[in-house]
Structure formats: C-alpha cells, structure tokens
C-alpha cells in the first residue's frame, strides 16, 4: 500500500496546517525554582499544575526540538482514563484500597483534561465517546470476557464496563468476523497536536518560559546543561517519557518502544452507513499485538500498532517517518477488521516511541535528596495519564501529602533494562511470538496461545 505522506512528525499535523515554528532556545545561564526537561504533556501538565497551585514559582520547560514534537503529538488520541498496567505488581507494594484509588484517579483524568480544555479555550475535537474492544475468533473471545471480569472487579464503578455479544457488538461496528466485545463508557477522542499545543500557550499565558532547540546533555543535582547553557534550579523534572533513553545516565531506564500509524482519507457518507460506528468509539481488539484506532473530526480512520516495535539501542525515528512493512502491516489490520475500507487511500503514516519501564508499570515521583523528580513509562497510556502525573509532580515539588502523593505508583522503583543485545532480542522475540500467537488463533485455535504466555514473560510483560 502507496502512503501520500510518510513522516513529517504526524497527520495531527499536517491536519493543523503546519509544523510548528520553534520559540526561542534558551539564551544563556539561567536560574529557576523549578526546570523541566522534555515539553510534551508530562512537563506541561506539570507546570500548568504548578503555576496555578503557585503563581510565583518560577518555572521554565527545556524541549530539544518543540512543544508536542514527541509522542504528545503522534498518539492514538486516546483520552481513555485507562489502566492497562498489571495491578498485581502494583499490589505486591500497596494494596487492594490503593490500587483501586489509583485506578480510580485514572479514571478521572478525563473528565480533569475536559475541564481545563474548556477553561483555558483549547479546542482539541475532544468527544465523549465509549471504548470498544472486539474478539475475532474464539480465543479473542475468551480473552475479552476475562479482562470485562477484570476490570469489573477492581473498577469503583463497574456499571461503567459492559460485555456485549456478536450482534451488539456489530450494531456499533460492522467488523468483519466479529464475535462479540466489550466497552468502557466515560472516556473521549481528541486531536493530540491541538492538545497538546494548547497547553503549552495555556502555561506560557501563566508566566512559563518554554525553550526550545536546546539539547539536554546532563541532569545532576540542581543542575540542567544544554548546548545553550546551564539552567540552575533547586528542582529538576525528567519528563522524557519515549526520549529518555537519549539522556546520559538514563539509557537503560525506560525502554523506548516504537509505534506507528496510518490514516485513510476521508470516507464518504455512503462508505460509513456500510461501516456504521456512528457513536464513534475508540476501537481497539483483543489480539496479542493489538491495534488502536480511532474516526476523525473529518470522517478518517487512523490505524494504529507497533509495526517495526523497537530500534536497537533505544534509537528513535527520524521526524515520524516509518517502515514500508509497518504501513502494509497497519493496512492489512484495517482491511481485515473493516473490508469496506479495501479501496480506500491512506493518506499518512508515521511513528514514534513511547516509553517501557522493565516492570511495564508507569511511575511517577521526586528523589528528596536530589530534588530530581520524573514521571512516565506510560506503555501508550498517556494522554491521560500523564494529567495525573502533573498534578501529582506539582503536589510532591510542593511538599504537599495528598491522596495523589500515597497512590502506589509514587516513588515506586523498577530495575533497569538489560544492556544490548539483550533488549533488542527480548522485545523482537516477544512481539515475533505475539504474531505467531495470532495467526494460531486466527487459525482455529479456541484458547488462548502459550506461546503469547511465553513471549510475556521473556520482558516481564
């Protein structure tokens, strides 16, 4: 499949118009309360928080190329609430009343995000929607009515997950082969790139100074050096998310894991009365190496999955710009799923990375002796996630004991990565037998593969 555009960060913005300009980088040695390095949702939700916490703080973003260039402006648009981490690694340092409160403050990221769109006029497409997850085939199935049950279990209202069968499931979506699903209630679809470049003029109308093409080349104790300068501050936040990799002394925190997309171009009338999703969910299903999609403000589809899923030594893309194989790969997904959309033209694809802690658990947190604080490992979780973690940042750099500071994911450490090779065999391994996992369902098999258990734990997945 022949793509238009391949690249050139995302289609969030080509459908802006443009490629941001960049602001000013950093002139000099400068001095701050607190610096913030990496300017995508974690370090602007962190100093949005901030400032209207404390007015006088003084707060400055470092960003090595521009607000939104990372995976802030190349995801999915899922603003999902969602929790897709294990909770029993959670519980094994917390407990059931805590993990059910973190759960529930995920949850509430997005009515949170709604809120201060509305509030600071930041027009993101943002829709109330349900998110639908569809079984193809039996083994899918059973996976879907487990995770409902999951779900449930632990939800503080389960009222908000409903398990649907073959034909209720189809009346939303006409997927083809589709045996039934589940959906999540309370979540929404936005546009990523207006996201977030409304918040980034949202913190700079409170006072944030943001910098950019400034390159990050230590973080130490009070202290951020860049090829522009040096940025004294008594606290320093890493909110680097898929790029922190790129950071000395970080190479082996957070895996950088690659995902990319592709867009079809805008379907007539008549082509979506034949696909239905007239309620216009967030779609996902139930396979190992599962896909997220969403219907645009416009009436596109995007498509998305990891593809090629990881550059050896945590490398990253160049400007979005993705693998031949990874477009055939998302269309293939697109056709199977919805074959009205065979004779459709794709319009865009591109990629980017998001980052893995070795547990596959996000964190969030500040070192007291340092000062130094982080938050991320989002596993693709983070449009909203990483709300909660700029309230949560904004409430430790303040020294404030909220419930947000006692949620179990706060301080909370993991091991580092395995040096290469390692890392690159471990995930290529993982998502070769994900593959090989569901082409055996796909098949006929009607249970779930071993071969996916095997593959979860050769990375602790």
Known sequence: MQVKRNGDISFWYADLGHIPAPRPSLPGDIEADVAIVGAGYT???TAYYLKKAKPSLRVVLIEREFAGFGASGR????????FGWSREKYLKTSTRQGV????KAMAGCVDEVIQVATEEGIDADIRRVDNLTVATNPAQLERVREECETIRSWDADPERIELLDAEATRARINIRNVMGGFVIHGQARVQPAKLVRGLAAAVERLGVSIYEKTTVTAIAKGVVTTDRGTVRAETIIRATEGFTAGIPGEERTWLALNSAQIVTEPLPEELWRKIGWEGHELLGNAAHAYCYAQRTREGRITMGGRGVPYRYGSRTDVNGQTQQATIDQLHTILT???????GCRIDHAWCGVLGVPRDWCTTVG???????GWAGGYVGLGVSSSNLSGRTLADLVLGQNTELTRLPWVNRKVRPWE???FRWLGVHSMYQLYRIADNREAAGLAHTSRLAALADSITGH
């Open 366 to 372: 500040l070192d007291p002796a340092t000062r130094i």
């Open 75 to 82: 995801n999915g648009g899922w603003l999902s609430g969602g």
């Open 100 to 103: 059910t409160a973190m759960q």
């Open 43 to 45: 370090g602007l939700w």
């Open 419 to 421: 040096p290469e090779p």
């Open 336 to 342: 199977t799923l919805l074959p009205q959309t065979a």
